[in-house]
């Protein structure tokens, strides 16, 4: 219901926007998110948005370098992934949660099946 789309190869200092489009429902009252994961890491929140767009919140790494945004008429979020890094390198997942919205893993019910973003130095 949740397809991720948009990774690559990137070289540092390059940009992409992944994008997440739903279907099967319509997830304009939910809370969204996009989480990566590295190998042997955990999955971890790189940007979170509430059901309006109205607030978004980041993590520190990512801060003034990624955007998270959304066209609830298109059912689509979307993340502009600026100033890349080689430690972003991941696979990156956009979720939905109609329990509220932030960076907390557990609070998200749906999932996509993640694109993968590399980042070469």
């Known amino acids: 219901q949740l397809q991720a789309s948009g990774g690559g190869l990137v070289q540092a200092g390059g940009s992409l926007r992944l994008s997440c489009a739903a279907s099967g429902r319509t997830f304009s009252n939910y809370g969204m998110a996009w989480f990566r994961q590295a190998p042997g890491k955990e999955r971890e929140a790189v940007a979170a948005i509430t059901w309006s767009g109205g607030s978004t919140s980041y993590p520190d790494s990512v801060k003034g370098r990624f955007t998270i945004s959304r066209d609830n008429a298109k059912n689509t979020v979307y993340l502009q992934m600026n100033s890349l890094r080689p430690e972003d390198t991941a696979v990156y997942y956009c979720?939905?949660?109609?329990?509220?919205?932030?960076?907390?893993?557990?609070?998200?019910?749906?999932w996509g099946q993640g694109t993968q973003v590399t980042v070469s130095s």
């Open positions: 979720a939905a949660s109609a329990r509220g919205w932030g960076r907390s893993r557990q609070i998200y019910d749906y």
